[in-house]
């Protein structure tokens, strides 16, 4: 009596090996999509600093990245003047123009709800405001102030990406 031998089962074994090698790969990989973490893991750097600003007190609200018009923006709704950058009476050389991204450097807003009299944060615009919420705009690379907004009421589109939970507690 004869065997009855499969010859294509080296090739079933590799396939599958190569599948689940690949399902591995996938699972492993960096993931494309918007997620609750995106923006704090990337604003990681400043939380800190964000703290030490409002010298502990309130609780972390919101973490996002913005850029400087955004802010601007921000801080017009607020009533705050945003100074307009001069023109520079050197010309600029000729060159290569960078992307904007690469021009401005990378900031992120942290909005901390707490009560705050006037005087509490150092360098608010306006210097002489109280309020429930500090809105910082802070700059990640090499951690520093852009700008630090004190206010009762958050713009209305601030309000929707508010964290659902408390990071401070870690409550879900």
Not at 6 to 24: D, Y
Not at 82 to 95: D, E, I, M, N, Q
Not at 116 to 141: D, E
């Amino acid at each position: 009596m004869t065997t009855l031998r499969w010859p294509k089962a080296p090739a079933v074994a590799g396939l599958l090996i190569a599948i689940v090698i690949a399902l591995a790969a996938a699972c492993s990989g960096p993931r494309s999509g918007a997620s609750i973490t995106d923006d704090v893991s990337g604003c990681a750097a400043v939380l800190p600093l964000a703290r030490s600003i409002v010298h502990d007190q309130g609780t972390l609200t919101l973490i996002r990245r913005i850029s400087q018009t955004d802010a601007d923006a921000l801080a017009h709704q607020l009533g705050v003047i945003v100074p307009t950058a001069s023109p520079s009476p050197h010309p600029r050389p000729r060159g290569p123009r960078l992307p904007a991204r690469a021009r401005s450097p990378k900031t992120c807003l942290i909005v901390y709800q707490g009560n705050y009299p006037p005087g509490t944060i150092i360098g608010t615009s306006p210097p002489a405001v109280a309020g429930h919420y500090a809105l910082m705009v802070l700059r990640v690379r090499h951690p520093a102030i852009e700008r630090v907004l004190v206010t009762d009421r958050l713009p209305p589109h601030l309000n929707r990406h508010r964290l659902p939970f408390n990071l401070l507690n870690a409550t879900f």
